[in-house]
């Protein structure tokens, strides 16, 4: 079934052309528990009947299912709310032989006034014309202007005059673009492996922030940029590896027992470091390539203020509400991911994933920790960390693995290969088989938090639901 409607911005005149026109009203409470742009699942109190409806497109002409539900199955969903409770008086008249809904919204939507009007069929919304005694009190059509759909005033609020929140999204990715110059300098200077790190690190956040408000923007603009970003990144992926490896070799020498294995031991460090030089001196000429030259010349362009013409509906929403948005929207995601785990598997894709998914919570939580309590924030924070350091200790030994594994393929030192087979690759395996339950478990552990995200970046509730 689909739903065919046009919608209207009102004047406040429009109370008093209530007045004057014979109508019914009726008080309306909805929540949602999920949308994307194109998707709603929504839940109706109207007196005493309830409904679930979910509504599938965009704009003035959507599929739409709609069912009666049980007072106690729309109580069961009150938990799930994600954003406001939507509370609005509906008020009902006839003109020209079509209803007209009059939509007077209340707190946080004060002042809101929507007319609604729905069609039977395609052709009769088509040649519609707003009847004049109507249009007086019509300040403008909003048909196909998303900011005013309910599921989007449910998350995020009426649209702001004051900063919205791609000004405060540039505003990171600026300070993040000087650490990245900085860190570059200190590099190309010959810096040390944490000057290396910090370069990544500056990188990677600008990434995630890119990739969790990638709907603020249009393909052309957030997401070309993460691309871009991700390209220089991964010229350092090799290098990153290589130092983790060195240092886990490192923790093998007190097994090196005879001469013969210490010469071997040396051997292998030695291949290992010149692999790195090598990586290295990739690093530095790329950092002096014309291809990252244009890189960071375009994102400059975009962050400075380029990013205006790419922005999608969403940007003219304040910087909380679509905060509250995100980093909630994340924590689901996570929490969704971590049901996948099985702790009897080594789950090595999905524990990766989730690794760079609690990453990507402590750089929101971080960045825009000034919206919030920091205490409650920094408490938040503490625990992603710690998820974050298991995980980042369990993906690093199996790619210790991985690297070892071809080192070995390629070596002919007998010596070389003995190490490698029956010392370290061994140990390695085995302590990836001893981790993977307990990484698991602490994951799962971390839902326990459900409650606190929910208080901190849901919005209370002014309507009885």
Avoid: W
Wanted: proline share 3%.
């Amino acid at each position: 079934m689909y739903e065919i409607e046009r919608k209207y911005l009102l004047k406040p005149a429009v109370l008093k052309f209530l007045k004057k026109t014979p109508h019914q009203c009726q008080k309306l409470t909805q929540f949602y528990t999920k949308v994307t742009p194109d998707l709603s699942v929504r839940y109706r109190r109207v007196g005493k009947r309830y409904y679930k409806t979910v509504k599938k497109g965009r704009g003035g002409i959507r599929e739409e299912y709609e069912k009666k539900i049980s007072g106690k199955k729309y109580l069961k969903n009150i938990p799930k709310r994600i954003g406001y409770v939507i509370g609005k008086k509906r008020c009902l008249f006839h003109e020209d032989g079509l209803e007209y809904g009059v939509d007077i919204y209340k707190a946080p939507f004060e002042g809101l006034l929507v007319l609604e009007v729905e069609f039977s069929d395609k052709k009769a919304y088509e040649d519609f014309v707003l009847p004049p005694r109507i249009a007086s009190v019509v300040e403008r059509e909003v048909t196909e202007d998303e900011v005013y759909k309910n599921k989007n005033l449910a998350l995020f609020g009426l649209p702001s005059e004051e900063e919205h929140a791609t000004d405060r999204l540039m505003q990171k990715l600026r300070q993040l673009k000087k650490e990245t110059f900085r860190y570059r300098k200190a590099i190309l200077g010959g810096g040390s492996d944490e000057d290396l790190h910090q370069f990544r690190v500056s990188l990677r956040t600008a990434v995630s922030l890119l990739a969790s408000c990638r709907f603020m923007c249009d393909e052309n603009g957030c997401g070309y940029f993460k691309k871009s970003l991700k390209e220089i990144i991964s010229v350092t992926n090799r290098k990153r590896d290589l130092d983790v490896m060195k240092r886990g070799l490192a923790s093998f020498r007190k097994d090196v027992k005879s001469a013969d294995m210490q010469k071997s031991f040396e051997l292998l460090h030695e291949t290992i470091d010149k692999e790195i030089a090598r990586e290295e001196r990739y690093i530095r000429a790329y950092l002096q390539s014309s291809r990252f030259g244009k890189i960071m010349n375009d994102y400059k362009a975009f962050i400075k203020g380029g990013h205006r013409q790419h922005e999608t509906f969403y940007a003219r929403y304040s910087v909380v509400p679509v905060c509250d948005y995100v980093i909630f929207s994340h924590f689901m995601k996570i929490k969704k991911r971590i049901g996948k785990i099985k702790a009897k598997d080594d789950d090595v894709p999905q524990l990766h994933k989730l690794r760079i998914d609690f990453k990507k919570m402590r750089y929101l939580l971080e960045n825009f920790h000034e919206l919030y309590d920091d205490r409650e924030i920094k408490k938040l924070v503490k625990s992603v960390k710690k998820l974050q350091k298991v995980l980042g200790r369990f993906h690093d030994g199996y790619q210790q693995r991985l690297i070892f594994e071809t080192l070995l393929r390629q070596q002919q030192d007998k010596g070389v290969v003995f190490f490698l087979e029956n010392i370290l690759l061994p140990q390695l395996h085995t302590a990836q088989h001893k981790e993977i339950v307990s990484v698991t478990k602490r994951v799962k552990k971390f839902l326990e938090t459900e409650a606190i995200y929910r208080k901190i970046f849901i919005p209370a509730s002014n309507e009885k639901t």
